[in-house]
T-cell receptor, first 117, second 114 residues
Framework: AQKITQTQPGMFVQEKEAVTLDCTYD???????LFWYKQPSSGEMIFLIY??????QNATEGRYSLNFQKARKSANLVISASQLGDSAMYFC??????????????FGTGTRLLVSP | EAQVTQNPRYLITVTGKKLTVTCSQN?????MSWYRQDPGLGLRQIYY???????DKGDVPEGYKVSRKEKRNFPLILESPSPNQTSLYFC?????????????FGQGTRLTVV
């Protein structure tokens, strides 16, 4: 079974609008972390935001926020006020066993976001 | 500046010609790993290392070797590359201590095997 599911292969949004990128996950581990990465066309992986399974509040980092719904096992990324530079591939990832030192990230298949003027 | 450095960035090689992709980090991280990225599949872990001389297989280890002789370096070795190893490769490192720590990625190596 897929541990991380991103159901949107591609998304379009107009500049200055908000966009939500979906991510659902599957784990039986009570201690896990969820990450979002941005990959521009140049290829590098840029860390955006992190949410721990025990965090009480949704994570925010500037224009990025993570809509964490634990019961639904979803961790959607919300980008507010989209900019042309947000056009990129976005990956959701999970790390299980946070207290074990196990550092493996499991990635979804990604969502390509295109921001139009 | 904290960084993971991989070389080369781009590589075209022929089937069967041994190659090594180097990876070095300057953050004194214990944990290092290699991922490959393929369209529609996301990133998948190839090998990882939790410290010097400690390595283990990830999800897709076939056709790859690694070594960890020094803490900072974690090279990926393809002894006999094949076209199905054409991919974008990332080296990554992170600190073992504490939950939710950031994973640092190298710039990526785009490998083509013809």
């Amino acid at each position: 079974a897929q541990k991380i599911t991103q159901t949107q292969p591609g998304m379009f949004v107009q500049e200055k609008e908000a966009v939500t990128l979906d991510c659902t996950y599957d784990t039986s581990d009570p201690s896990y972390g969820l990450f979002w990465y941005k990959q521009p066309s140049s290829g590098e992986m840029i860390f955006l935001i992190y949410q721990g399974s025990y965090d009480q509040q949704n994570a925010t980092e500037g224009r990025y926020s993570l809509n964490f719904q634990k019961a639904r096992k979803s961790a959607n990324l919300v980008i507010s006020a989209s900019q042309l530079g947000d056009s990129a591939m976005y990956f959701c990832a999970m790390r299980e066993g946070l207290n074990t030192g196990f550092q493996k990230l499991v990635f979804g298949t990604g969502t390509r976001l295109l921001v139009s003027p | 500046e904290a960084q993971v450095t991989q070389n080369p960035r781009y590589l075209i090689t022929v089937t069967g010609k041994k190659l090594t992709v180097t990876c070095s980090q300057n953050m004194n991280h214990e944990y290092m790993s290699w991922y490959r990225q393929d369209p529609g599949l996301g990133l998948r872990q190839i090998y990882y290392s939790m410290n010097v001389e400690v390595t283990d297989k990830g999800d897709v280890p076939e056709g790859y070797k690694v070594s960890r002789k020094e803490k900072r370096n974690f090279p990926l070795i393809l002894e006999s590359p094949s076209p199905n190893q054409t991919s974008l490769y990332f080296c990554a490192s992170s600190d073992l201590k504490g939950p939710g720590v950031e994973t640092f990625f190298g710039q990526g190596t785009r490998l083509t095997v013809v």
